[in-house]
């Protein structure tokens, strides 16, 4: 390929200008059977291409009330009339209708709570990611479940609308600004000179305030109960794989720096742990957590099949990623462990400062890439009865009225999945070049 | 200037610098060993404060391995090693404190890649200690200007040439305003036309009165900055003496034939 120099701006690389017609003759069609690949393959783009069109929009029906209806309207073409009826099925399984709000409020919750870690501006994104993944699961838990709360889910729910609200405003604070909220609260309140110490008791007395508050308005707010049993769809495969994937790092983390252990007992307990649960496949351990797991349970003490399902899957996945983390681990030079002991840093800074933050660079492929198996991993859960989106899709083909309806669905629970998974790729990719400070 | 008058002033100098007499290292009847292998046999050394000694000797000797066992990168057996009054043994505090007073700088560098210029520097003044990070970064400038690199603060190391690698290296490790300097070959992994920039770097060091050990086969910079070299040879310390007397003098066979084989590049 020719770049084409362009004279005065040396300092950057020479931007290569692309002339189409070029690039089209030096990489389609520079020598005979390269012409014949080229035809043949625009020829299987073709074919697959029009027979999709032909079905899934030319020949499709759009509108019919069962797949009788379909049929007669037009034998050949797709029925997205049916998959149209149970769309929301395949997003809410059997979730109540009157409170599917409650999802979308949850997810809006989550997204507005995350969206401040992408925004260049606000300052303290870990702690704002620490409180998502503290706090959320709390808030989100009962808003899902609904019933009465414990008074330790009361405080925590208060607790999560606390962390909510504060993000919020200070995520407002510091795109506008570019502060933060505690600088901004000591400053409105004029005690800004005062010593460090008596700032940040000042502050804890301020968000334990907001606490309590938070908790006599939420005394009033109760929701309905809906019962795991209605969980499904989307709604329950990202749950359950949502869970897997936040847990999944920390505890992979955990597991390999404890497979590398000087400590005996600490290494064999976590080899061990690791080496079981990556041999067994997840729906063995999916079929012994929801069957073996309540043998070792206290007399009446019962879990649903939910909380084992989820905590298998998480289990599984940490395994998986500990020992990613640990491939992780290895590739970073010894030289690098000994410039931190050098300096006197402990063991734990010097893991969290200075291999972890490049071992996990190193690791972001393996890691999305497994993160990405997980998900399409949990659709498994189909087997053992949960109505995941997989569920739905073969429950659509069960309806009466739908009977029969297994190509449409499947081509749309498909599509979601490739949406998200094509997602979760993409993002890890423009993450690594954004974190590419090595220029090795 | 002849060399002879140049040694002339050096010895002098080491004659003043000897005066002070408050011992910083104190290395007695220290053995180590690899598995059966015997690195280190019987090593007695004390280093007296803002003392500077070059210590040299064929590859596999135990050079690396001796000044390792100053900040404890490696583990000695036998015998006691002293650090500016602290003992050296399995109490991790203990540990801790000397690597904090003793800066060590490596033949590859062994910056964090992921980390700026200044992060590097910054990092244990800050996190060992607890310096504000404000602080930390005016004293991290400080050095950064006095290694002669100030304005690549921002850069990360891998844009760096490997001579202002090892000078940032530098930099770190004086951040955290150590009482004694090891340096393993710093100049060994260069390029001959970087090497005079990190040897000209250690020369000022060595003028502030730091006390500094450094593993090195740069005679030139032996002659011009140590008080004493020290010849090592199969884990032993075979000779020491001022460069003069060493280069001029040398007493055992194993050190004419290492300086033989070292003059005739
Ligand atoms: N971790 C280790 N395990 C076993 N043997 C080692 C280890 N580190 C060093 N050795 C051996 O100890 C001896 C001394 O090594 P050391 O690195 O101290 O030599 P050196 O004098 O610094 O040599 P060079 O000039 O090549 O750097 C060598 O024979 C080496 O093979
Ligand atoms: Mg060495």
Redesign the pocket.
């Known amino acids: 390929m020719v770049a084409a120099a362009e004279p005065g701006i040396s300092a950057q690389q020479p931007k290569e200008k692309v002339d189409p017609i070029r690039w089209l003759k030096e990489n389609l069609f520079s020598t005979w059977y390269n012409v014949i690949l080229t035809a043949l393959g625009l020829y299987i783009i073709y074919l697959v291409a029009a027979g999709l069109y032909q079905w899934g929009i030319a020949d499709a029906v759009w509108v019919a009330e069962t797949r009788r209806e379909c049929l007669d309207k037009n034998p050949n073409g797709a029925c997205w009339a049916g998959v149209f009826a149970w769309f929301e099925g395949f997003i809410y399984g059997r979730y109540p209708l009157d409170e599917r709000w409650r999802i979308n409020f949850g997810v809006i919750v989550l997204v507005l709570w995350m969206v401040p870690l992408w925004l260049p501006r606000v300052q303290g994104k870990i702690g704002i990611a620490a409180s998502v993944v503290a706090f959320y699961p709390f808030f989100a838990g009962y808003l899902f479940m609904g019933g009465d709360k414990s008074l330790f889910l009361q405080v925590m729910v208060s607790i999560a609308i606390v962390s909510f609200i504060g993000v919020i405003v200070h995520a407002v604070i510091g795109v506008t600004s570019g502060g933060s909220l505690a600088r901004t609260l000591l400053r409105l309140t004029g005690v800004s000179g005062a010593g460090d110490k008596l700032q940040r008791n000042l502050l804890i007395i301020a968000a334990l305030a907001a606490v309590a508050i938070a908790f006599m308005a939420q005394a009033q707010w109760e929701v309905p109960t809906v019962s795991w049993v209605r969980w499904g769809g989307l709604f329950l495969t990202l749950v359950i794989s949502g869970i897997g994937i936040t847990t999944a790092l920390p505890a992979g983390i955990v597991l390999a720096l404890g497979r590398r252990s000087q400590l005996p007992v600490i290494r064999v307990l976590c080899t061990t742990f690791i080496e079981v649960f990556r041999s067994v496949p997840l729906i063995t351990i999916l079929f012994m957590a929801t069957t073996m797991f309540p043998l070792f349970l206290p007399e009446g003490f019962t879990l649903n099949k939910l909380v084992q399902v989820i905590v298998a899957v998480c289990l599984f996945a940490a395994c998986y990623m500990a020992e990613i983390v640990r491939g992780g681990l290895q590739a970073i030079p010894k030289g690098q462990y000994e410039a931190a002991h050098a300096m006197g840093l402990g063991y734990w800074r010097m893991m969290g400062f200075i291999i972890m933050p490049q071992a996990l660079k190193f690791m972001i492929p393996n890691i999305v890439g497994n993160l990405i198996g997980l998900l399409k991993d949990t659709t498994l859960v189909t087997i053992i009865g949960l109505f995941d989106i997989l569920n739905m899709i073969q429950a659509a083909s069960q309806d009466v009225p739908w009977r029969g309806l297994h190509k449409e669905p499947m081509f749309v629970g498909a599509l979601i999945f490739f949406i998200i998974c094509f997602s979760m790729s993409k993002y890890s990719q423009h993450l690594e070049r954004k974190l590419n400070t090595d220029h090795r | 200037m002849s060399t002879v008058e140049v040694q002339s002033i050096r010895d002098k100098e080491a004659l003043a610098s000897a005066a002070s007499t408050e011992v910083i290292i104190d290395i007695r009847a220290m053995n180590k060993w690899?598995?059966q292998?015997h690195?280190?046999k019987d090593i007695n050394l004390s280093v007296h404060k803002g003392e500077r000694i070059v210590i040299c000797?064929?590859?596999?000797?135990?050079?690396?391995?001796?000044i390792?066992c100053m900040n404890r990168l490696?583990e000695h057996q036998q015998g006691d090693i002293e650090i500016d009054g602290v003992t050296l043994d399995t109490n991790l505090k203990n540990i801790d404190q000397i690597r904090s007073e003793v800066g060590m700088v490596f033949?590859s560098f062994n910056l964090f890649p992921h980390l700026s210029v200044l992060q590097n520097c910054t990092l244990a003044p800050i996190w060992v200690r607890k310096m504000p990070k404000a602080e930390a970064e005016e004293l991290a400038m400080e050095y950064l200007t006095r290694v002669r690199i100030p304005e690549q603060a921002e850069k990360y190391p891998g844009q760096l040439s490997g001579g202002q690698q090892q000078r940032v290296a530098i930099a770190r490790a004086l951040c955290m305003r150590p009482r004694i300097m090891l340096f393993?070959?710093p100049t060994?992994a260069l390029d001959p036309e970087m090497i005079a920039e990190v040897l000209e770097v250690m020369i000022e060091l060595a003028d502030t009165g730091m006390t500094m050990l450094c593993?090195t086969?740069e005679m030139g910079f032996a002659n011009r900055v140590a008080d004493r070299v020290i010849f090592?040879d199969e884990?032993e310390i075979v000779e020491q003496n001022t460069p003069h007397e060493f280069f001029e003098n040398p007493q055992s066979d194993r050190t004419k034939l290492f300086l033989s084989q070292i003059l005739a590049h």
């Open positions: 690899f598995g292998f690195v280190l000797g064929p590859s596999g000797s135990g050079k690396s391995t001796l390792r490696e033949q393993d070959e060994s593993v086969h090592m884990g």
